[in-house]
């Protein structure tokens, strides 16, 4: 009888699980071919919603509860693995479980944080006119960049990161009208990441945990790293899923605020990208030569610092799956949109010179 009534749940919740899959899907389809509808119903709807409660939830633990969850999802797939191996559940049973995991976390990172890949894009949402591929006007910017790096510059050798997330969190709620978010409330706790060695060999500073809305930073971050790092996450959790996206949010709060320390390090964190960008170009040598001394010892500092930390097969297996993870998120550009900042800069530097 027992069994009897085991197996009708496990059929059921099979049931249940895959329908709740396809429906999660179909959203994710029409959210595709219609992104503003997506806008407004999810992103500016009921997402905010869901995020404010999740993120005071997990605030009442010290530890990751993100953290804890993946855990508990592969130990309990290598428990069950070791099960089937050795013949004290069937094959069956097994791929029962193995759908139901799979169909029930699929739809819980959509419904949670996952449906904010389909809605409208930054340019759209923010209103700016798309800068054309035009190289003289991207070393222009360059250029402007590098005076506004030298000029933020302060010395950054401990920090607070307690200090730091209160600043951004009124960064953002200043600047709320213009990057278009609704709500602010969801004021998330950063946690260190677990794992923080293992994740800074693949050289990640910082994830967003979407199943608990939590903002996590790896310990071994140095200092000028922490404000820039913290806001590119924390732009996640307000709903931003584009790399490249959360990086602009991150430099735009960071470099419009008037503690030094946040300006620095956005602006610092900002000209890699740029740099990457520019240096095939005439000019560069010349450009780059008007970065004060204490700008390049902090952009190399950083560089050696991640290098020694590196492992190159872990990095490289990182790179491959967080790159698969993007693109299977409609993010064609993959983990190349990190790069994609660049461009939105360009849209707004282009929409203040024609005063939109």
């Known amino acids: 009888m027992i069994k009897k009534l085991l197996k009708k749940y496990v059929l059921t919740t099979i049931s249940f699980s895959l329908v709740l899959a396809l429906m999660v899907f179909a959203f994710t389809r029409m959210g595709l071919h219609y992104p503003a509808w997506m806008e407004r119903w999810y992103s500016q709807g009921l997402y905010p919603v869901m995020i404010t409660g999740l993120s005071a ?3 009442l633990f010290p530890f990751s509860l993100d ?32 759908v139901i995991t799979l169909a029930l976390t699929y739809s819980l990172f ?3 944080w996952g449906f904010n890949y389909y809605r409208n894009d930054l340019t759209t949402r923010l209103e700016l006119q798309a800068a054309e591929a035009n190289v003289e006007e991207l070393m222009d910017v360059f250029g402007w960049l590098i005076e506004e790096v030298n000029s933020s510059y302060t010395p950054i050798y401990t920090i607070d990161e307690t200090e730091v997330r209160d600043l951004l969190a009124n960064a953002y709620h200043e600047h709320a009208e213009f990057l278009k978010i609704d709500r ?8 260190a990441i677990t794992l923080s060695r293992l994740f800074a060999s693949a050289t990640i500073s910082g994830y967003y945990g979407p199943f608990f809305g939590e903002v996590h930073v790896n310990q071994y971050m140095l200092p000028l790293e922490v404000p820039a790092v913290m806001a590119h996450e924390m732009a996640h959790q307000l709903g931003i899923t584009s790399e490249a996206e959360a990086n602009f949010y991150a430099w735009y709060v960071c470099s419009h605020s008037a503690d030094k320390r946040l300006a ?5 964190y900002l000209l890699r990208y740029f ?4 240096y095939r170009y005439d000019g560069f040598r010349e450009l780059v030569k008007n970065i004060r001394y204490e700008v390049r010892h902090d952009f190399y500092k950083s560089q050696f610092h991640w290098m020694q930390l590196m492992d190159r097969r872990v990095d490289m297996v990182a790179g491959k799956v967080n790159d698969a993870y993007l693109k299977t998120n409609s993010v064609e ?14 849209d707004l530097k282009t929409s203040e010179l024609s005063g939109q």
């Not at 620095?264 to 610092?268: D, G, I």
């Not at 550009?333 to 360009?346: F, H, L, N, Q, R």
């Open 57 to 59: 939830f997990s605030n």
């Open 67 to 98: 953290d804890l969850f993946y855990g508990t999802l592969l130990s309990g797939g290598l428990f069950i693995t070791i099960l089937v191996v050795f013949k004290r559940i069937g094959w069956l049973q097994y791929f029962r479980y193995l």
């Open 110 to 112: 959509n419904i949670l």
């Open 184 to 191: 602010i409330s969801a004021q998330s706790h950063p946690k």
């Open 264 to 268: 620095y390090s956005a602006n610092l």
């Open 275 to 278: 740099a990457y960008a520019c």
């Open 333 to 346: 550009a993959g983990i190349e949109d990190y790069e994609g900042v660049v461009k939105y800069v360009m």
